[in-house]
RNA sequence: GCGCCCGUAGCUCAGUGGAUAGAGCGCCUGACUACGAAUCAGGAGGCCUUAGGUUCAAAUCCUAACGGGCGCACCA
């Protein structure tokens, strides 16, 4: 693996000497168990490992004694400046800081891009999420996705992989079709007629909405006269309708696409056919009760899938199928899937299929985004679509705003079901984290803006000077980030980005309480700027993965 | 009944087989005549749901209970 960060520098410096040592201790092909990790406490270094304790039961040797021989021979490395054996056999290490310090102008030459690294070797990934159905507004649980989805892509792009993000819009069968019915029902009311209002069809105010919009434009259309046949074409327009509000909407959550991906596109092609076709050919296919099944338990699945329905038409996983198999032909290496909870019993149909189809199963990969339960107070609200109730994710865009209401969905593991009271407190209160985190930023914009405009010339910046501490810390967390960037991209874990953050904001605010900048001496002033302008920059970059603005001023 | 996700501080949640399990909020005590107090320093608060197992070492892995959520259609 490359090296992708200051630190990991000195993690393959530390780690290629103990690797040496084992091998001339005569205990060669242990390199696995030798990993050199950051401590999740104070005191225990900057860099610590336990190898000694993994390897004692092959090496037959005491942890302890096998540290002490390694300290014995211990050669020396300009970025480690001490290091101590502890506990029952750990090994820490104190990094050298003046070593440390060459992060600040390695940052501050390219701070745009300080993060990015070549850890994904540009492979190509392409990024499905959202997928809204178009016959209703957006809601908040599709905005989870949406800011776990676009901060992977955003994330991903850093780490070095070649990212295309695209929403699959199904925008035909039948819900089309109920979507128009559901159209020509309230157009006829607003016309006066009295109409009986079928359960399926969907209640939703907003039709109401869409359907003055038609009348509008269509003026021509008599409500009277719409028949079952024409319902198609109404969920057409009113599907299309509804997808551009979802773009506008997700374009205000920060979130775009590089693709939407039109299911009525693919069956227009005759993609469903020739997905089907496909797999009879390779002898998936068989008829029974009249349906044509998917023996989907040959791979796995727990029973088999109708894919064309006694009546000759194909069920809602026929395209879905075909869209996989685009995926696959399109040539990306890592397919990557959002799902909602609610479909969590298709993860193994989808897999089967794609592997039925010949594509290797291993490059589907399928992310569950847990549910948003929404309370209010002790209640639980609930939501659905057909029922017509549910809290749009423009409503909470408006309230929270966009910076509070990402950084909230995206502190908590994606498959970890979470709960919010709808008072929003939390969310857009001051005690929300993310203001935390902007807040030294802005700190830091401040500052160097006095020292502009101060027109003081400055001296040649000499990082060494940085010892305190404090800016020990910041120098720690600020050589991690690329790595941080990496952990998200690597395990599509977004929710170390805000902890990261606010760790470094942390460490920001102990040190500007602790020490002057400003008011330093002019050597040490130029160490201390340069150190918060690169902290800025870090601070300023992992929000921006998160899709998250750096105010200059609040 | 079967499957998936989750049970960690009062609440919302982090936690990579490692050391004394962490953060934010809430609660208590302190700190601005100094670059922004949306801040800082400190404190209280834990049988990591339970019971077994694997391991030198388990919140983490395995098994089984229990509790919560969500799925389980010739619907999408």
Request: net charge negative; hydrophobic share 40%.
């Amino acid at each position: 693996m490359p090296i992708v960060s200051r630190l990991d520098e000195a993690r393959q410096h530390i780690r290629r000497v103990i690797c040496d040592f084992l091998t001339q201790e005569g205990h060669a092909g242990l390199e696995e168990f030798v990993r050199l990790d950051v401590p999740t406490e104070q005191g225990h270094g900057d860099l610590t490992t336990s190898f000694a304790l993994k390897v004692a039961s092959r090496t037959k040797m005491a942890p302890r004694q096998l540290l002490d021989r390694l300290i014995a021979a211990w050669p020396g490395l300009e970025s480690v400046e001490s290091l101590e054996a502890a506990g029952p056999g750990f090994l820490n290490f104190t990094l050298n800081t003046a070593w440390l310090a060459a992060v600040v102008p390695a940052v501050l030459a390219e701070p745009e891009t300080y993060g990015n690294s070549e850890f994904g070797r540009r492979k190509r990934v392409l990024l499905e999420y959202v997928s809204a159905n178009p016959t209703g507004p957006m809601v908040v649980v599709s905005g989870r996705a949406a800011a776990v989805g676009d901060t992977l892509a955003r994330t991903m792009a850093a780490a070095g992989f070649e990212v295309k993000r695209e929403f699959y819009v199904n925008d035909a069968g039948n819900q089309i079709a109920t979507f128009g019915w559901a159209l020509a029902l309230r157009l006829k009311q607003l016309a006066g007629e009295t109409v009986e209002w079928p359960e399926k069809v969907y209640p939703g105010q907003y039709v109401v909405d869409l359907a003055q919009e038609y009348q509008a434009l269509h003026p021509e259309v008599d409500p009277k006269t719409l028949a079952e046949d024409q319902y198609a074409e109404l969920g057409a327009w009113a599907a299309e309708r509804m997808r551009k509000s979802h773009e506008a909407v997700l374009r205000e959550f920060r979130v775009t696409f590089d693709q939407w991906f039109s299911e009525r596109s693919l069956r227009e092609a005759g993609a469903p056919e020739a997905v089907v076709e496909r797999l009879r050919q390779r002898g998936s296919i068989v008829e029974r009760d009249g349906a044509q099944w998917f023996t989907s338990t040959q791979y796995g699945d727990d029973k088999d899938r109708v894919m064309v329905k006694s009546d000759g038409s194909f069920t809602y996983f026929v395209p879905d199928a075909a869209y996989h198999a685009t995926k696959f032909d399109r040539g990306f290496d890592y397919v990557i899937d959002l799902l909602g909870p609610d479909h969590h019993g298709y993860v193994s149909r989808m897999r089967a299929v794609v592997e039925a189809l010949g594509y290797p199963p291993e490059r589907l990969e399928i992310l569950i985004v847990q549910l948003v339960r929404l309370l209010r107070g002790q209640e639980l609200v609930r939501m659905s679509k057909r029922g017509g109730t549910f809290v749009a994710l423009e409503d909470l865009i408006e309230d929270a705003g966009v910076d509070p209401a990402r950084f909230f969905l995206l502190e908590r593991a994606p498959e970890t079901p979470m709960d919010f009271d709808l008072n929003l407190a939390t969310l857009k209160g001051s005690d929300n984290p993310v203001y935390y985190v902007q807040y030294a930023g802005a700190r830091i914009h401040s500052i160097l803006r006095q020292w502009r405009a101060s027109g003081d010339a400055g001296v040649p910046l000499d990082v060494s000077l940085l010892t305190e501490p404090e800016e020990k810390d910041l120098l720690v967390l600020t050589a991690r980030f690329p790595e941080v960037v990496v952990r998200v991209a690597e395990e599509r874990a977004p929710q170390h980005l805000p902890k990261f953050l606010t760790e470094l904001a942390s460490a920001f605010h102990t040190f500007y309480r602790q020490h002057r900048i400003l008011d330093a001496p002019p050597k040490v002033r130029q160490a201390r700027l340069a150190l918060i302008e690169a902290v800025l920059a870090t601070s300023t970059r992992g929000l921006d993965l998160m899709g998250i603005s750096q105010p200059e001023e609040m």
